[in-house]
T-cell receptor, first 114, second 113 residues
Framework: ETGVTQSPTHLIKTRGQQVTLRCSSQSGHNTVSWYQQALGQGPQFIFQ???????GRGNFPPRFSGLQFPNYSSELNVNALELDDSALYLC?????????????FGPGTRLTVL | DQQVKQNSPSLSVQEGRISILNCDYT??????FLWYKKYPAEGPTFLIS?????DKNEDGRFTVFLNKSAKHLSLHIVPSQPGDSAVYFCAADDGTSYGKLTFGQGTILTVHP
C-alpha cells in the first residue's frame, strides 16, 4: 500500500509568482485536506476536497485554490505569492470527510518565498 | 485567536519514566480530540484520539485524558522510550461536515536513554 506522496519536496519562488503543489492520496482514500504549517506553529487547515469539489475551507484568501482529480490526487495552487506564504504545506488523505476519519499525512512541500 | 494551545514548547524525560504532554482549548464546540506525532522530514502520524463523551482512552503505552470542564487534555506515555522523541501535536475537531482539524503549536519531546 502506497502512502501519501507530495511533490516537489522543496520549492523557492519570488513574491508575486504562482505555485502548484501536488499530492497523491493513499490508495482507496477519497478525501484530501491541505494544511499550511508555518515555522514553530501547528498545521493550519486550508481546505478539503471530496468528490472533486471543495468541501470546506479555513481562513485563507481565494488566491489559495485547489483541484481534486478522478483518481483522488489533488493540487494546491497559490497565486500572487507573499512572503508570509513561506511554510511547509501538508496534504492528508482519508476515507470520509469527518476529522475523526483518520487522516494520513504526506511529508510536505517546503515553500520559500523570497 | 489560538483555540488550541500547547503551552510547553519542549519536554525532556528520562527513558522509562512517564511523559505528560498537555493541551488546552477554548472552543466548546470541539467534540473530538486527536494527538499526532511528527518526526523530522515526515508528515504527522495519528497516535490516539478521544471523543468528548469520554474522559479517558488508552492504547498500549499511550493514554489520553480529557477534562471537559477545564477544557484540558493530556497525553501520557508510559514508559517513555527514546524512539518517542518527536514533536507532538494535539488537534481538535469542531464537528463540521468536513475534516477541519485545529492544531496546537506542538511540544518537542526528548527522551534520554
Amino acid at each position: 500500500e502506497t502512502g501519501v506522496t507530495q511533490s516537489p519536496t522543496h520549492l523557492i519562488k519570488t513574491r508575486g509568482q504562482q505555485v502548484t503543489l501536488r499530492c497523491s492520496s493513499q490508495s482507496g482514500h477519497n478525501t484530501v485536506s491541505w494544511y499550511q504549517q508555518a515555522l514553530g506553529q501547528g498545521p493550519q487547515f486550508i481546505f478539503q476536497y471530496y468528490r472533486e469539489e471543495e468541501n470546506g475551507r479555513g481562513n485563507f484568501p481565494p488566491r489559495f485554490s485547489g483541484l481534486q482529480f478522478p483518481n483522488y490526487s489533488s493540487e494546491l495552487n497559490v497565486n500572487a505569492l507573499e512572503l508570509d506564504d513561506s511554510a511547509l504545506y501538508l496534504c492528508a488523505s482519508s476515507i470520509g470527510t469527518r476529522a475523526f476519519n483518520e487522516q494520513f499525512f504526506g511529508p510536505g512541500t517546503r515553500l520559500t518565498v523570497l | 485567536d489560538q483555540q488550541v494551545k500547547q503551552n510547553s514548547p519542549s519536554l525532556s524525560v528520562q527513558e522509562g519514566r512517564i511523559s505528560i504532554l498537555n493541551c488546552d482549548y477554548t472552543n466548546s464546540m470541539f467534540d473530538y480530540f486527536l494527538w499526532y506525532k511528527k518526526y523530522p522530514a515526515e508528515g504527522p502520524t495519528f497516535l490516539i484520539s478521544i471523543s468528548s463523551i469520554k474522559d479517558k482512552n488508552e492504547d498500549g503505552r499511550f493514554t489520553v485524558f480529557l477534562n471537559k470542564s477545564a477544557k484540558h487534555l493530556s497525553l501520557h506515555i508510559v514508559p517513555s522510550q527514546p524512539g518517542d522523541s518527536a514533536v507532538y501535536f494535539c488537534a481538535a475537531d469542531d464537528g463540521t461536515s468536513y475534516g477541519k482539524l485545529t492544531f496546537g503549536q506542538g511540544t518537542i519531546l526528548t527522551v534520554h536513554p
